[in-house]
């Protein structure tokens, strides 16, 4: 396996994910607009004819605007308020001299990785599941945190255990956290509008 080969490849993926995303809010701007359109001009047949076409483009503006602004504020809040995701998540931060070995071995294991890749030390936060996971969160690497749940703790070998926090950093150094928090606040904006249909549905 040649890895820039599969790195390029993952990025090239990134990418079309990106356009069919921006696509998909387009596309329910667009049905949105239709909708409203449709509905309003057969409410209302005398007062709203051959206004069709202008009520469809001011609810498919209004409806992208919309979304696009709720989705610039959310990724603002998580770029200002990265820990939010964690407190969210309920992980819990750990730092300091711990009682639990895994927790000191945890932290160390942290210390290394940031010593061999010269990035500074994230905030260290884990999740009590027991599950084995972990993820990697922040827009730099001055403001990052890495968090691991209690299950990879508790059954990984400390080698095992390091390769997993090595992965994170990946993803600290690369990037790639910055790509998903902007998903993150994207999908808040397309979820703002699942909200205001599920009510108006309800009323």
């Known amino acids: 396996m040649n890895f820039f080969e599969a790195q390029f490849e993952a990025k090239q993926k990134t990418r079309n994910l990106l356009v069919l995303f921006f696509c998909s809010v387009l596309i329910i701007s667009?049905?949105?607009?239709?909708?409203?359109?449709?509905?309003?001009?057969?409410?209302?047949e005398m007062e709203m004819v051959g206004m069709e076409s202008t009520i469809f483009?001011?609810?498919f503006l209004g409806t992208f605007g919309f979304i696009?602004?709720?989705?610039?504020?959310?990724?603002?809040?998580?770029?200002?308020?990265?820990?939010?995701?964690f407190a969210n998540l309920g992980a819990i931060e750990i730092s300091g001299i711990q009682e639990e070995f895994i927790f000191e071995q945890y932290l160390n294991i942290v210390e290394e990785m940031s010593i061999a890749s010269g990035v500074p030390i994230p905030s260290v936060y884990y999740l009590p599941d027991s599950s084995i996971n972990a993820f990697a969160?922040?827009?730099?690497?001055?403001?990052?945190?890495?968090?691991?749940?209690?299950?990879?703790?508790?059954?990984?070998?400390?080698?095992?255990?390091?390769?997993?926090?090595?992965?994170?950093?990946?993803?600290i150094l690369n990037g790639d956290m910055n790509l998903n928090l902007k998903l993150t606040?994207?999908?808040?904006g397309l979820l703002i509008i699942?909200?205001?249909?599920?009510?108006?549905?309800?009323?």
Do not use: M
Request: some cysteine; aromatic content about 10%; overall charge positive.
């Open 137 to 171: 969160c922040g827009f730099d690497i001055h403001n990052a945190g890495i968090c691991v749940t209690r299950g990879a703790l508790e059954n990984l070998t400390r080698d095992e255990l390091q390769a997993v926090v090595a992965h994170e950093f990946s993803h």
């Open 68 to 85: 696009t602004i709720v989705s610039l504020v959310r990724t603002e809040y998580l770029r200002r308020n990265p820990r939010s995701i």
């Open 194 to 203: 699942f909200k205001l249909g599920r009510l108006l549905l309800r009323s």
């Open 185 to 188: 606040g994207t999908l808040a």
């Open 30 to 44: 667009i049905i949105i607009g239709l909708v409203l359109a449709l509905y309003l001009t057969s409410s209302f």
């Open 57 to 59: 483009w001011y609810s």
